[in-house]
C-alpha cells in the first residue's frame, strides 16, 4: 500500500512541478469550450440546448490530451522497469497511476465545469449532476486511457494513436454523461445513467489494470 | 456454427504454418467456388426473380448486399476476438495471422454496410444518415477496426504488433454490447421515432431464400479471402525469416 502511494504521490508530484505544463488539460477545456459559441453563435438558447453534450466532449478530449505521458517518460528513462522488477504487481502499478492522472487531469476538470457551464448558459439544475456525472465518469476514461497508453508506450508516435483506440471505447461513458445531465434539466431524473455509469466505473476500475498490465509486460519485454 | 467446430478440431492440426499451407491449398478451390456459385445465385434470385416489394419498390433489394454485410462485419470481429484470445493465451502462430488478416475484411464488410444502408436509406428515410442506434453502434465498430488495423500496423516486430492488438480486440469486444446498448438507451432518449424503420416482422420465403443464399456466399468469400491473406502472411514470414538467416551467415 505505501509503494501504491509512493506512486501516486510522486506522479502527482511531477506533474505539479511541470508549473503550467500540469494545467494543459484545463486550458484545452476551457479554450475548446470557449469555441463552441464562437461556432455556432452566440445564441442563448442553443448554447443552454447543447451545453451538456459540449461540456461532456470537451472534458472527454482534454482527459485524452494527457494520457500519452502516463507511461512514456518511465519506460524511456528505465523507471517503468524498476517499478515492474518491484513487489506492486503491474495492475496496482496502473491503478496508482490512472488515480494521479485523475487527480492531476480529472479533478480540475470537474471543478471548472460549473464556470464553463455558467458561461454556456445550461440550466440550473443540471449543475450538481454535471459534477457528479465528471466526478464519475472522468476515472472511466483515465482507466480506458490507461489502456490506449500501456498499449502504444513502446511506439516512438504514440500520441495520435491513442484517440483512435480510446475514443471509441469511451462512447458509453459520453453516452451516459450527457444522459445523466439531460435527465436532471428535464426531469426525467439522473439516477439510473448515474447508477450506469458507477457500475461503468466498477467494471473499469477491474478490468483495465489487468488489459494495461498485459500491454505494459509486452512492451517490457 | 458449423465453421468454428471445424476450426475448434483443427485448431492443433493447423498451428504448423507448413500444414496449414497444405491443407489451404486443398480447400482453396472448394471454398472459393461455393462462394462464386452462391453469390452468383443469390444476386441473380435477389436482383431478378423475387418480386419487389409492396411497400419500398425495388429499393429493398439492397438489402441483400447490406444485410450479410452487417452480419459479416459483427462476425468476423467475434473471430478477430477468438483468435487473438487463443493467439494470446496459447501463442498459437496461426491465430495471430488470422485476427491480424481478418481486420481488414471485416472493415470493409462494416464499410460496405454502412455504406448501402446510405444509399438505402436516401429513398426511404429521405436522408442518407440518420444518427440510428444500429446506424451509430456500426459507425463505431468501424473505428474499433480502423484502430485495431493502426496498432498492428504501427509496431515494427509482428508478434508485438499482434500482441498488443489482441489486448485491444479482447477490450473491444467486451466493450461492444455496453456500445450497442448505450447506443440504443442513446437513441430512445434523444430521438423522437419519426423515422422509424419500416419493419418487415416476416420475411417472404420469396425473399428468404437468396438472403441466405448471400450470407453463405459472404460466408465462403471471407473464407476465400482468409485463405489468401494467410498464405500470403505465412510466406512474407517465411521470406523474412530466410533473409535473416542470409544476414546472419
Redesign the interface.
Known amino acids: 500500500m505505501s509503494i501504491f502511494l509512493t506512486i501516486v504521490r510522486r506522479d502527482i508530484g511531477l506533474a505539479v512541478r511541470g508549473g503550467i505544463g500540469s494545467l494543459v488539460a484545463v486550458v484545452f477545456f476551457i479554450i475548446a469550450v470557449a469555441l463552441f459559441p464562437l461556432g455556432v453563435g452566440p445564441e442563448l438558447n442553443l448554447l443552454t440546448r447543447i451545453a451538456p453534450g459540449v461540456l461532456w466532449v470537451c472534458a472527454l478530449l482534454a482527459t485524452m490530451l494527457s494520457l500519452d505521458s502516463l507511461f512514456r517518460e518511465d519506460y524511456e528513462d528505465g523507471n517503468l522497469e524498476q517499478i515492474a522488477l518491484g513487489v506492486l504487481p503491474l495492475e496496482a502499478v496502473v491503478l496508482a497511476k490512472a488515480l494521479a492522472h485523475w487527480i492531476t487531469t480529472g479533478l480540475p476538470l470537474i471543478l471548472c465545469a460549473p464556470v464553463l457551464a455558467v458561461m454556456l448558459n445550461m440550466s440550473t439544475n443540471g449543475f450538481a449532476v454535471l459534477m457528479l456525472s465528471l466526478l464519475i465518469g472522468t476515472p472511466i476514461l483515465s482507466l480506458i486511457g490507461t489502456?490506449g497508453a500501456a498499449?502504444?508506450v513502446?511506439?516512438r508516435?504514440?500520441g495520435v494513436?491513442i484517440a483512435?483506440?480510446v475514443?471509441?471505447?469511451s462512447?458509453?461513458v459520453l453516452?451516459?454523461g450527457v444522459?445523466a445531465v439531460?435527465g436532471a434539466i428535464f426531469g426525467?431524473g439522473a439516477r439510473s445513467p448515474l447508477m450506469?455509469l458507477a457500475a461503468?466505473l466498477v467494471a473499469a476500475l477491474v478490468?483495465a489494470p489487468v488489459?494495461s498490465a498485459?500491454?505494459l509486460k509486452?512492451a517490457l519485454? | 456454427m458449423v465453421k468454428r467446430t471445424k476450426k475448434r478440431a483443427g485448431w492443433h492440426f493447423l498451428a504448423n504454418p507448413a500444414r496449414f499451407m497444405r491443407f489451404s491449398r486443398v480447400i482453396f478451390p472448394w471454398v472459393a467456388g461455393l462462394s462464386v456459385l452462391t453469390i452468383v445465385a443469390g444476386l441473380v434470385l435477389g436482383l431478378g426473380v423475387v418480386p419487389p416489394d409492396y411497400q419500398q419498390g425495388d429499393a429493398y433489394r439492397i438489402m441483400f448486399v447490406h444485410v450479410p454485410s452487417a452480419w459479416m462485419g459483427l462476425f468476423i470481429y467475434g473471430v478477430m476476438a477468438v483468435s487473438s484470445a487463443v493467439g494470446f493465451i496459447w501463442r498459437h502462430p496461426l491465430a495471430d495471422l488470422v485476427a491480424k488478416s481478418s481486420a481488414p475484411i471485416g472493415a470493409c464488410f462494416t464499410f460496405i454496410c454502412l455504406f448501402t444502408g446510405s444509399l438505402w436509406g436516401e429513398p426511404m428515410w429521405g436522408t442518407w444518415w440518420v444518427w440510428d442506434a444500429r446506424l451509430t453502434s456500426m459507425l463505431?465498430l468501424l473505428?474499433?477496426y480502423?484502430?485495431y488495423i493502426?496498432?498492428h500496423a504501427?509496431?515494427q516486430d509482428p508478434t508485438?504488433g499482434a500482441?498488443?492488438a489482441g489486448?485491444?480486440a479482447?477490450?473491444?469486444v467486451?466493450?461492444l454490447p455496453?456500445?450497442k446498448?448505450?447506443?440504443n438507451?442513446?437513441n430512445t432518449?434523444h430521438q423522437p421515432a419519426t423515422i422509424s424503420k419500416i419493419d418487415a416482422p416476416s420475411i417472404d420465403p420469396t425473399m428468404a431464400a437468396p438472403l441466405m443464399l448471400m450470407i453463405v456466399g459472404f460466408m465462403a468469400y471471407y473464407a476465400t479471402v482468409l485463405i489468401i491473406r494467410l498464405r500470403a502472411e505465412i510466406a512474407s514470414r517465411r521470406i523474412r525469416n530466410l533473409r535473416l538467416a542470409q544476414v546472419g551467415a
Do not use: C, D, Q
Request: charged share 10%.
Open positions: 489502456v498499449l502504444t513502446s511506439l508516435r504514440g494513436l483512435l483506440l475514443l471509441p471505447l462512447v458509453p453516452i451516459f444522459g439531460e426525467l450506469i461503468g478490468l488489459a498485459a500491454a509486452m519485454e | 463505431v473505428f474499433l480502423l484502430g493502426a496498432l504501427a509496431y508485438k500482441r498488443a489486448i485491444l479482447l477490450v473491444g467486451i466493450n455496453i456500445v446498448y448505450s447506443v438507451w442513446w432518449l
